[in-house]
């Protein structure tokens, strides 16, 4: 499966960015989608994640509450609504899947795309 992310970009403190996965070569349903931030000279960290079969969440506890992931089966794409933003937020945002769930560590997920960048600055 291939991911293209979409929707980055740079907002005020307080503003909302909606960013997509859209999926090709396969039906995103059939995986588990997590979208992962990064940031300068940091680790790669979860920050929320969509199961496959129940449609189950889980979300990083910084963002939760302000956050929130989900599936359009039409597009083929999985969104992830982010509200309030903070300077804190800022990060390459990626999105990945794997038909393994959600449990597995955030360095063995499978399918990767290429990133959107998200900037938070007055």
């Known amino acids: 499966v291939q991911l293209v992310e979409s929707g980055g970009g740079l907002v005020q403190p307080g503003g909302s960015l909606r960013l997509s996965c859209a999926a090709s070569g396969s039906t995103l349903d059939n995986y588990a989608i997590l979208w992962v931030r990064q940031a300068p000279g940091q680790e790669r960290e979860g920050v929320a994640c969509?199961?496959?079969?129940?449609?189950?969440?889980t979300y990083l506890d910084a963002v939760k509450g302000r956050f929130a992931i989900s599936r359009d089966n039409a597009r083929n794409a999985v969104d992830l609504q982010m509200n309030s933003l903070r300077v804190s937020d800022t990060a390459t945002y990626y999105c990945?899947?794997?038909?393994?769930?959600?449990?597995?560590?955030?360095?063995?997920?499978?399918?990767w795309g290429q990133g959107t960048q998200v900037t938070v600055s007055t």
């Open positions: 990945a899947a794997d038909t393994r769930g959600c449990a597995i560590s955030v360095m063995n997920w499978r399918f």
């Open positions: 969509i199961y496959s079969r129940n449609g189950g969440t």
